[in-house]
């Protein structure tokens, strides 16, 4: 369930955008115009930060790999375990397994 303070018309419209897009390079092209680049970058580490904590990692492999701060990757970690789920959604859709799946052959 999403956030009743995020949902208004306005981010309605900004999630129907997103969704009208149809490939990577549409993608592209409206975060180019939409974010600055700082802002773009900003969104992937905490993807990859959620992606690799998923996977097990430790915080200093996260560090070295994703330049995230501790801090960052701390509030990633609690948005994976007490978060709305849209690292959880992605991250399944994206066939990214959890640590303990992974050790139990992909089994939940």
Do not use: W
Not at 53 to 64: A, F, P, Q, S, W
Request: contains cysteine.
């Amino acid at each position: 369930m999403s956030n009743p303070k995020l949902k208004d018309d306005l981010n309605d419209h900004l999630c129907e955008a997103v969704l009208s897009l149809e490939n990577i390079e549409e993608c592209y092209q409206f975060f180019e115009d939409i974010c600055t680049v700082s802002e773009i970058k900003s969104m992937a580490q905490r993807l990859e930060v959620a992606a690799m904590l998923r996977k097990g990692h430790i915080y200093e492999e996260i560090v070295e790999r994703t330049g995230a701060s501790t801090a960052t990757i701390s509030r990633v970690k609690r948005c994976l375990n007490y978060g709305a789920d849209g690292y959880n959604i992605v991250l399944d859709r994206l066939g990214v397994q959890k640590d303990s799946e992974a050790k139990n052959g992909g089994r939940k």
